[in-house]
């Protein structure tokens, strides 16, 4: 699990993601498990769905196409930047709110419900716990 985390802190180092909200939402979604697959086709350890985030057969991403392939897929590197791009559709909504906003629909996907909202919280707990004991060792 050590070498899943730093691969996960690393790479997000690389997008310019704060490695601790992605590794909180790992942590979540997969136990920083890397085989892991859901009963909804999600897998890696940020639980992606290729056919979303990962590229097409012309290298394109696009999530709102549903044309991804899991071939030749890096789940950890897509997985991060699909937390980047729902940050980046949270911009503008207030730290809180943005960043809430984003773990709600990385959850869900298209609609926050009480369980994606609930699971925002936990990933906003955990993530403000880390940064917390992270500043108190400075």
Not at 41 to 61: E, M, N, S, T, W
Not at 95 to 119: P, V
Request: glycine share 10%; proline share 4%; with cysteine.
């Amino acid at each position: 699990k050590y070498a899943v985390c730093e691969e996960i802190a690393q790479t997000s180092i690389d997008l310019g993601v704060d490695p601790a909200l992605a590794i909180s939402i790992a942590i979540e979604e997969s136990g920083l498990e890397e085989g892991l697959v859901s009963k909804v086709g999600a897998q890696g350890p940020l639980q992606i769905i290729p056919r979303y985030f990962c590229p097409d057969r012309k290298g394109v991403v696009a999530p709102r196409k549903s044309r991804g392939i899991l071939q030749g897929c890096d789940l950890t590197y897509y997985g991060v930047k699909a937390i980047d791009w729902f940050l980046k559709e949270y911009e503008g909504e207030g730290k809180d709110m943005g960043i809430r906003g984003a773990l709600c629909h990385y959850n869900s996907g298209t609609h926050c419900n009480s369980s994606s909202r609930a699971y925002a919280q936990r990933i906003l707990l955990r993530y403000r716990s880390w940064k917390a004991q992270i500043k108190a060792r400075k």
